[in-house]
């Protein structure tokens, strides 16, 4: 009995510190972290206003591969909305609820069992193509939350940093982004091509993306032999069948143009793509930023009235192993048509 009381008052102790340490704890929290970027407001604010593109740049979903995504019908702007769910982080969902120009917008941050929280965003020309950014988290603390305060600042500040050095390295590396790519309006002939498909996550896409692709092509190479140069008659592509945003998967048949007579073996197949017509787009450089043609011939399709196909496809017809610099790399993005 002596020893249960001892640590029945050791407890007592412990919580009694506890209720006075929080007494003189703060109630509330601000955590922000800036950085200055070589790029126009423009620019900077097009990656936070929009919801979508959130994910190329959220620190969150690099470090949470369960993370999937449910957007609202509107992702852009004033009220714009999306939720996620996570087995490591919980749930939660996030709105736009002000925007004021491209100078101040403010969040609101729901997180599943716990108290709401405020985001805000600042963006300030610094000169002339430099934009400064601050991004920020508000909210607070319920009595017993208190203690958690002594350690939001080191993990939440980690993540906000992470975040703003990705917009950066967006925003710095496609310095063309405000500038309208020509959308084309093209025919392409039919073409006989050995092809693998794969169902991947977006996760796998972003981290070894290239590998993928390497290891994929090679396999059809190698089913074509030691003459597989006189026999591909074109270039290689990519058919994307499917960009599932809900399920962070995307399913992609890789593609060589080929006239020969060899056999499929296993899960590489002989196909035949019909002639069609429909929209095109040169894009001129790395392919982890091939997103921004797709985007602008879906923004022209629209604009046009214009019905695209089920699937896309991008074309690469710069060998990287012949062209180190990757601004070099040509890619033709394109779309068929429906009539």
Do not use: C
Request: hydrophobic share 40%; proline share 4%; charged share 20%.
């Amino acid at each position: 009995m002596r020893i249960l009381k001892i640590i029945l008052i050791i407890l007592l102790i412990l919580i009694g510190l506890y209720l006075l340490i929080s007494l003189f704890l703060p109630s509330s929290f601000d955590i922000s972290r800036t950085i200055n970027i070589n790029g126009p407001k423009r620019a900077v604010f097009a990656q936070v206003n929009d919801f979508k593109k959130w994910e190329s740049w959220s620190p969150w979903l690099a470090e949470d591969s369960t993370m999937t995504f449910r957007y609202a019908d509107q992702t852009k702007g004033k009220g714009a909305s999306y939720s996620w769910k996570s087995q490591e982080m919980g749930n939660g969902n996030m709105q736009i609820t002000d925007v004021r120009g491209m100078d101040t917008l403010r969040t609101a941050i729901n997180f599943e069992g716990m108290n709401p929280a405020k985001g805000y965003w600042y963006f300030n020309e610094v000169g002339k193509g430099r934009t400064q950014v601050t991004w920020g988290f508000t909210g607070e603390f319920g009595f017993f939350e208190r203690i958690f305060g002594l350690f939001m600042e080191g993990q939440v500040a980690g993540s906000f940093e992470t975040g703003l050095g990705n917009i950066k390295y967006i925003v710095e590396s496609q310095k063309n982004d405000i500038i309208e790519l020509p959308v084309n309006t093209v025919s392409k002939d039919s073409i006989r091509y050995y092809s693998i498909t794969e169902t991947i996550s977006m996760t796998d896409m972003a981290e070894s993306g290239s590998q993928i692709f390497a290891r994929n092509y090679g396999r059809i190479l190698k089913l074509l032999g030691k003459k597989a140069d006189s026999l591909i008659t074109g270039a290689p592509f990519a058919i994307f069948h499917e960009w599932n945003e809900e399920t962070r998967q995307t399913t992609i048949e890789f593609s060589i143009p080929s006239m020969a007579d060899k056999e499929p073996g296993d899960d590489i197949k002989r196909r035949v793509l019909s002639a069609s017509e429909g929209l095109e787009v040169n894009f001129l450089g790395p392919y982890a930023l091939t997103g921004k043609a797709h985007i602008q011939i879906q923004e022209y399709a629209q604009a046009n009235n214009i019905d695209l196909g089920p699937f896309s496809i991008e074309f690469y017809v710069t060998d990287p192993a012949a062209e180190a610099d990757t601004s070099k790399w040509l890619t033709k993005v394109y779309y068929p048509t429906v009539e």
